[in-house]
């Protein structure tokens, strides 16, 4: 099992382009999870999704973050236009059954810098 | 609502030295416990879990037992080594939430 897949580990990019982060789950898993871990905030949890579908978005920070699930076996976040204090470590992680009481696996993470 | 506490870090020992790290709960309804570990550069990942009330979770030396009485899920090990370094987050899920609820967690640093 490749256990969850991340791309980019590392991105560096400037204020005002826009950044794709991608995710990719353990086979068979119906819960994805993206979270955002910073020094000063800890780790935050950005939005939910079960079975493809956005359950709760209420951690997005604001606008200009999105997440789409297109299918079972891929996620995106994307920051458009992104700003230095989105600078952080996100993860996505994934869980076999919602509401369950099975543990979440995490990728390895993509550290994002923001100039 | 869930919540998780846990004690400030970082968490300085020397090799060999004995470890507990508190953990504390509240939650609606009957959780699920579990401890993460974070290596540096790492995602998090499981370190153990206990699912019911008095059970003892333990993987590589570590363990923690499920305190309903006093809503507790302090991780302990005997004997730790260097490489035992990471940050630790205790967490809770409870049935009804497909959310777990996550400690700030604990940095612990083992000096040879």
Same mark, same amino acid.
């Given at each position: 099992?490749?256990?969850?897949?991340?791309?980019?580990?590392? &991105?560096v990019?400037?204020?005002?382009q826009?950044?794709?982060?991608?995710?990719?789950?353990?086979?068979?898993?119906?819960?994805?999870?993206w979270?955002r871990?910073?020094?000063m905030?800890?780790?935050e949890?950005?939005? #939910?999704?079960?079975n493809?579908?956005?359950?709760?978005?209420?951690?997005?920070?604001?606008?200009?973050?999105s997440?789409?699930?297109?299918n079972?076996?891929?996620?995106?976040?994307?920051i458009?236009?992104?700003?230095?204090?989105d600078?952080?470590v996100?993860?996505?992680?994934?869980s076999?059954t919602?509401?369950? #009481?099975?543990?979440?696996?995490?990728?390895?993470?993509?550290r994002?810098?923001v100039l | 609502?869930?919540?998780?506490?846990?004690?400030?870090?970082p968490?300085?020992?020397?090799?060999?030295?004995?470890?507990?790290i508190?953990?504390?709960?509240?939650a609606?309804? #009957?959780?699920?416990?579990?401890?993460?570990v974070?290596y540096?550069?790492e995602?998090?990942?499981?370190?153990l879990?206990?699912t019911?009330?008095d059970?003892k979770?333990?993987?590589?030396g570590?363990e923690?037992?499920y305190?309903? &009485?006093?809503?507790?899920?302090?991780?302990e090990?005997?004997s730790v080594?260097?490489?035992?370094?990471?940050?630790y987050?205790?967490?809770?899920k409870?049935?009804?939430? #497909?959310?777990?609820?996550?400690g700030?967690?604990?940095?612990?640093?083992v000096?040879?």
């Amino acid at each position: 099992d490749a256990g969850v897949i991340q791309s980019p580990r590392h &991105e560096v990019t400037e204020m005002g382009q826009e950044v794709t982060l991608r995710c990719k789950p353990i086979s068979g898993h119906n819960s994805l999870f993206w979270y955002r871990q910073t020094m000063m905030r800890g780790l935050e949890l950005l939005i #939910y999704f079960n079975n493809n579908v956005p359950i709760d978005d209420s951690g997005m920070p604001e606008d200009r973050f999105s997440a789409k699930m297109p299918n079972a076996s891929f996620s995106t976040l994307k920051i458009q236009p992104s700003e230095p204090r989105d600078s952080a470590v996100y993860f996505c992680a994934s869980s076999g059954t919602s509401g369950g #009481y099975n543990e979440q696996f995490f990728g390895p993470g993509t550290r994002l810098t923001v100039l | 609502g869930n919540s998780v506490t846990q004690m400030e870090g970082p968490v300085t020992l020397s090799e060999e030295a004995f470890l507990t790290i508190n953990c504390t709960y509240t939650a609606t309804g #009957y959780p699920s416990l579990f401890w993460y570990v974070q290596y540096p550069g790492e995602g998090l990942q499981l370190l153990l879990k206990a699912t019911k009330a008095d059970d003892k979770g333990s993987n590589k030396g570590f363990e923690a037992t499920y305190r309903k &009485e006093t809503t507790s899920f302090h991780l302990e090990k005997g004997s730790v080594q260097v490489s035992d370094s990471a940050v630790y987050f205790c967490a809770l899920k409870t049935g009804g939430s #497909y959310i777990p609820t996550f400690g700030r967690g604990t940095s612990l640093i083992v000096h040879p």
